[in-house]
Structure formats: C-alpha cells, structure tokens
C-alpha cells in the first residue's frame, strides 16, 4: 500500500507554545488528509478533514482556533496545536486517502506523540 | 454514518484461525465494510474490505452476511504479530458524500497466546 509518513514522530514542549505537526503522502496525491487524535486506551477520534487548497472542516467540538490545519500540496498537510497545553497531551495521527473514485483507499501515518509539560 | 458493534475484546491461540464479528444492522446501500487494525503506539493498518461479497487477500477474509447487518473478518492463522484492536467500520462511498469519513468506534482487542 501507498505510504504516509509524519514528522515529527515524537515531541516533548512546555505549555504556552505552538507546536507543527507535518503529514506527507510519499507515493501518491492526496486530495483529502484526515487528522485524528487517540488518548490512552481510547479510540481514534477524527478531528477535521482537511481538502488541498480549501478550508478544513472541523468535527463537532474541536477548537478550529486551538487545531490549525494547512493542505497546501497535494502531498502535505500540516497539523498546529497553538498554546498547547497538558490536556492537548496526545497521539495525533494523520491518514490520507487516494482520490476518487478510489474511495476506499486510505491509508494511515505512523503517528505524532505529543507531551506538553 | 451508520454505527457498528463489536466485542470488547477476544483471544485466540496460535496458529488458529480466528473469527472477529462486527454487527451494523443500520447499513445503508451505498456502505462499505471496511476493516483495520492498530498495533499498539502506531497507526491503523488497512486490513481489508467488502461491499456486498465475501472477500479474500493475503492478510484476511472477510465474510459478509446475506442482508450486510453483520460481517466476520476472518484471521486463517493467527500469529503472535496479529495482536491489535481490530476495527470495524462503515463507509459511506457514494460521489454525494464525497467518499465519507472513518469514524472508528471501540474495536476488538485481540490478544494471541503462545
């Protein structure tokens, strides 16, 4: 299957600052990126999808503020948690899905660990 | 997008095969049934899935009921590296929903004994 990569894989910051999360699609194009965050024994939880070259849609409850999502290339999305702070502790994954009419094609990055102290 | 029902957890013995129920009695005509899995501290994996028909490839099957309320992914041989939380998802893919999203419920947390 395609590959997803995301950068950084782990990140420890202190609380008040901004932290970039990158997600790039290596092999193909990606029309649409999808962000999720995971807590501890939880399930995903999708946060925005995000379309290259248009605004990115947030789900119900989620800071479009706190959570900026930038999809500039067809190949990259990026992921900015402003002020971060502890409760923003998390596993934040990125999956990108092959464009139609190939739907059912998605695929999944390896994930960004993020503490806040 | 339509929910499905899964069990908490299960286990299974080395190299036996393993069945994995997903219950959605509220599908919709144009819903895939797709799978994946997550090994612990990495992202999902694809695993596989199906429409209407039972489907096979390298890694699973997935055996689809007559009226698509319930589906089985099936493990032929189950190893130690197939402990994961499996989940079970429906997909819109129709051009109106724009190919829809995956919204992960609970899963299965597959544990595999020696």
């Known amino acids: 299957g395609a590959v997803v990569s995301q950068h950084p894989s782990r990140v420890i910051c202190k609380s008040g600052t901004s932290v970039k999360i990158e997600c790039r699609s290596l092999?193909?194009?990606?029309?649409?990126m999808f962000w999720y965050r995971q807590f501890p024994k939880q399930s995903l939880m999708l946060m925005a999808t995000?379309?290259?070259?248009?605004?990115?849609?947030?789900e119900q409850g989620v800071e479009k503020d706190k959570f900026l999502i930038n999809h500039a290339s067809l190949t990259l999305s990026t992921l900015t948690v402003t002020s971060a702070h502890p409760e923003d502790s998390s596993f934040y994954i990125c999956?990108?899905?092959?464009?139609?009419?190939?739907?059912?094609?998605?695929?999944f990055g390896p994930g960004t660990r993020l503490t806040v102290l | 997008d339509a929910k499905t029902t899964q069990p908490n957890s299960m286990e299974s013995n080395e190299e036996e095969p393993v069945h994995l129920p997903c219950n959605h009695s509220?599908?919709?005509?144009?819903?895939?049934i797709h799978w994946y899995r997550q090994l612990p501290s990495q992202g999902p994996e694809y695993v596989i899935h199906g429409l209407t028909s039972n489907v096979n490839n390298r890694m699973a099957s997935l055996a689809i009921a007559e009226d698509r309320k319930s589906s089985t992914l099936i493990l032929h041989r189950a190893t130690l590296r197939d402990a994961a939380v499996y989940y079970c998802i429906l997909r819109d893919v129709s051009i109106y929903n724009q190919g829809g999203k995956l919204i992960f419920g609970q899963g299965t947390e597959l544990s595999v004994k020696p």
């Open positions: 999956s990108a899905r092959v464009p139609y009419p190939s739907y059912n094609e998605q695929f």
């Open positions: 092999d193909f194009q990606a029309t649409t």
């Open positions: 509220t599908i919709s005509g144009t819903d895939y």
């Open positions: 995000s379309n290259e070259g248009s605004k990115a849609t947030y």
